[in-house]
C-alpha cells in the first residue's frame, strides 16, 4: 500500500516561493498522477496540480502563472513551488495520488498547515 | 465560485439516510468520471467513491455513489455520528484540463 509523507515550511512571508515535497513510500512513480491540493481555511478543497513520472504537468488555470511542479524518482519524491506567496496562499496542502487524472485521489498526504504572513 | 455545485448543508437523524448533489457540465461530469471524499478537519481527506460508483477497499456500502447525465450524488445510509464531516466531489474538466471539485456538503447528524 502506497503511503505519502509530506513535509515544508508552515511558515512563509509574503513574496516568497513557498515549497513542499512528498515522499512515496512503498510504490514507485510509475503508472501514476502526483496532485497537489489545499484547502484555506473555511474554504472549500482547491486542486493546484499534478506531474507524472515523465514530468508531464497540468495546472489549475487560475494558479498557473505561479505554480512549479517537479519529481526526482532517484529519492521517490515530488516538490511543489509556489511563487509570488500572499496571504490568499493560507491554507492545508495535500500531497496526493491517483491512478490518472480521470479517477481521483485516491491516496493522500497527512496535509501540511502553511501560513502567509510578514 | 466552484465548477461543481453542491448543496451547503444536509442533516438526517441517526440511522436515517442522506443524499449529496454534484451539478457540473457537459465539460466535466458529463464526460468524465466522479469522485467523492470525506474531510474531517485536521485529518486527510478520505476517498469514499470513484468512477461514479465504486467503493475503495474499507469503504462500507453504506456510501453509494451515482450518475446521471451532469449531475452526481452520493448516498449515506444509516447515518451514525462519525459521519459527520464535509464532503466533495470532484471530477476532471477536459475544457480546463484541471481536475475540479464542488464547493463541499457539510453532514450534521441530529
Known amino acids: 500500500q502506497v503511503q505519502l509523507q509530506q513535509w515544508g515550511a508552515g511558515l512563509w512571508k509574503p513574496s516568497e516561493t513557498l515549497s513542499l515535497t512528498c515522499a512515496i513510500y512503498?510504490?514507485?512513480?510509475?503508472?501514476?498522477?502526483w496532485s497537489w491540493i489545499r484547502q484555506p481555511p473555511g474554504k472549500g478543497l482547491e486542486w493546484i496540480g499534478e506531474i507524472n513520472q515523465s514530468g508531464s504537468t497540468n495546472y489549475n488555470p487560475s494558479l498557473k502563472s505561479r505554480v512549479a511542479m517537479s519529481v526526482d524518482t532517484s529519492k521517490n519524491q515530488f516538490s511543489l513551488h509556489l511563487s509570488s506567496v500572499t496571504a490568499a496562499d493560507t491554507a492545508v496542502y495535500s500531497c496526493g495520488q491517483s491512478p490518472d487524472h480521470y479517477h481521483g485521489v485516491h491516496i493522500w498526504g497527512q496535509g501540511t498547515m502553511v501560513t502567509v504572513s510578514s | 465560485q466552484s465548477v461543481l455545485t453542491q448543496p451547503p448543508s444536509v442533516s438526517a437523524a441517526p440511522g436515517q439516510k442522506v443524499t449529496i448533489s454534484c451539478s457540473g457540465s457537459t465539460s466535466n461530469i458529463g464526460s468524465n468520471y466522479v469522485s467523492w471524499y470525506q474531510y474531517v478537519p485536521r485529518t486527510a481527506p478520505k476517498l469514499l467513491i470513484y468512477d461514479n460508483d465504486k467503493r475503495p477497499s474499507g469503504i462500507p456500502d453504506r456510501f453509494s455513489g451515482s450518475k446521471s447525465g451532469t449531475s452526481a450524488a452520493l448516498g449515506i445510509t444509516g447515518l451514525q455520528t462519525g459521519d459527520e464531516a464535509d464532503y466533495y466531489c470532484g471530477t476532471w474538466d477536459s475544457s480546463l484540463r484541471s481536475w475540479v471539485f464542488g464547493g463541499g456538503t457539510k453532514v450534521t447528524v441530529l
Open positions: 512503498g510504490g514507485s512513480f510509475g503508472g501514476s498522477y
